[in-house]
């Protein structure tokens, strides 16, 4: 039986068509729709999805449109469209061509869906959590962001890397922007409940973190056309089904901060508890004072981008 009725994912792209992929085949919704403006392309890969229902053995319907109306009564709603980087740019170079999609979008769920719980991971994500949630007019709580998640993922890559270990083994969090200025948090990692810190030497330690911290530019660079996609719509996956399936998971997301960690009115990446209802609450953790600095460097990052943003003609 589903967990939810209607999941519509927003942009057919490698990350929107792979995540349609997994949703259809987790069985948690009875329709998921794969929504984009150029004809064709949502339907055709909604089409060849669905065609592997039977050797896969889902029974979610999967549809493909390119009408904003296909977003009417939806459950949940991911945010996948946008620029993808290139070589040499920023998240922050997508700002403003990607926020005149968001607005878009935005408004179409605030009239056709909203009740809806909404998963952004446009970039510069963190900026554009903040203003989808800004345009579309819904609860703090029923939009987050992707960030830490990821990179959460790709740190416990190369930690196991580094270890010969299995990556299920490797706890942690990397909280702060979806960017440069993300921090993994080395004091709460741990592997197998062992300290990592205890593990590698520090100078492994700082190449584990900038490499996170690279992470996303280093598969821009190598694919030299397009982004990551297969990490990104895993991880995505798993967060859709953590609210479709209420599952209260402790989870790093961009998520609105009013007043944890000392940071008001901004969407930064944090420890959240996710449910049906979307975030439920922001889990404060304790950080060393490096960290905490860190992190206030993190959210400023965020903060400068929201300022250029608001310059923007709306």
């Known amino acids: 039986m589903s967990a939810v009725g209607k999941i519509v994912v ?28 150029i004809d064709g392309l949502p339907q055709g890969k909604a089409l060849d999805i669905q ?83 800004e345009q579309s007019g819904l609860p703090p709580a029923h939009v987050f962001g992707q960030s830490g998640t990821l ?41 197998g409940g062992v300290p990592l810190r205890g593990l590698l030497p520090p100078e492994k330690l700082r190449a584990i973190v900038e490499r996170t911290k690279q992470g996303g530019g280093e598969i821009v660079n190598l694919l030299k056309s397009g982004s990551a996609f297969y990490a990104p719509s895993a991880v995505q996956a798993e967060l859709v089904t953590t609210v479709a399936r209420d599952e209260h998971r402790l989870i790093p997301v961009s998520a609105h901060v009013e007043g ?13 508890v996710l449910g049906r209802q979307g975030v439920e609450r922001v889990v404060e953790v304790e950080l060393t004072p490096e960290e905490r600095e860190a992190f206030r460097a993190s959210v400023a990052a965020v903060r400068s981008d929201l300022a250029i943003l608001a310059k923007q003609p709306r």
């Not at 990397?174 to 960017?179: E, I, K």
């Open 51 to 133: 065609e592997s229902s039977p050797i896969l053995g889902f029974s979610t319907r999967v549809t493909g449109s390119t009408s904003l109306d296909a977003i009417a009564g939806a459950d949940v709603v991911v945010e996948t469209a946008g620029l993808a980087r290139k070589p040499g740019m920023s998240r922050s170079d997508l700002l403003e061509k990607n926020a005149a999609i968001i607005k878009t979008h935005a408004e179409a769920v605030r009239a056709k869906a909203p009740n809806a719980v909404c998963l952004v991971v446009t970039n510069p994500v963190d900026v554009m959590t903040y203003y989808f949630r």
């Open 10 to 37: 927003l942009g057919a792209g490698n990350v929107g068509g792979s995540l349609t992929q997994r949703l259809a085949e987790a069985d948690i919704a009875r329709e998921v729709v794969l929504l984009d403006i």
């Open 260 to 272: 944890a960690f000392g940071e008001k009115d901004v969407y930064i990446g944090v420890p959240v």
């Open 151 to 191: 990179d959460t993922a790709r740190f416990r890559t190369f930690v196991a890397d580094a270890l010969h270990v299995a990556p299920r083994d490797v706890t942690g969090f990397v909280l702060g922007t979806h960017g440069d200025t993300m921090v993994p948090l080395l004091s709460l990692t741990n592997v």
